[in-house]
Nanobody, 126 residues
Framework: VDLVESGGGSVQPGGSLRLSCAASSLTLRYSPIGWFRQAPGKQREGVSCISNKDDNTYYADSVKGRFTISRDNSKNTVFLQMDTLKPEDTAVYYC????????????????????WGQGTQVTVSS
């Protein structure tokens, strides 16, 4: 599975970026897909995923209300619109295919990813 991210960069706090992920050899309509990130010295953190079954979207609490995930099945591409960026959003963002993307116990985001791309750097700094 080849996942190629683009759209990262440097932005001031409060700014926006839109990440894109083009998938080859993977048909997005048949697979949940999403993003995770890793900041220096920190563990990986799931950011968001979108279900292939019902297009439901899920987000980490830290990005809810600021990030929006979407997919274009005709272009085999997934997007992450990031608004109101904060310095703590600084990280390498990875696009990933997920094997689980949903809720457990009614409200807990449950996810597992298996393949990911090379990542794109997002830096939020004044």
């Amino acid at each position: 599975v080849d996942l190629v991210e683009s759209g990262g960069g440097s932005v001031q706090p409060g700014g926006s970026l839109r990440l894109s992920c083009a998938a080859s050899s993977l048909t997005l309509r048949y697979s949940p897909i999403g993003w995770f990130r890793q900041a220096p010295g920190k563990q990986r953190e799931g950011v968001s995923c979108i279900s292939n079954k019902d297009d439901n979207t899920y987000y980490a609490d830290s990005v809810k209300g600021r990030f929006t995930i979407s997919r274009d099945n005709s272009k085999n591409t997934v997007f992450l619109q990031m608004d109101t960026l904060k310095p703590e959003d600084t990280a390498v963002y990875y696009c990933a295919s997920f094997v689980r993307c949903g809720l457990v116990a009614g409200s807990i985001w449950d996810y597992e990813y298996e393949y990911w791309g090379q990542g794109t750097q997002v830096t939020v700094s004044s």
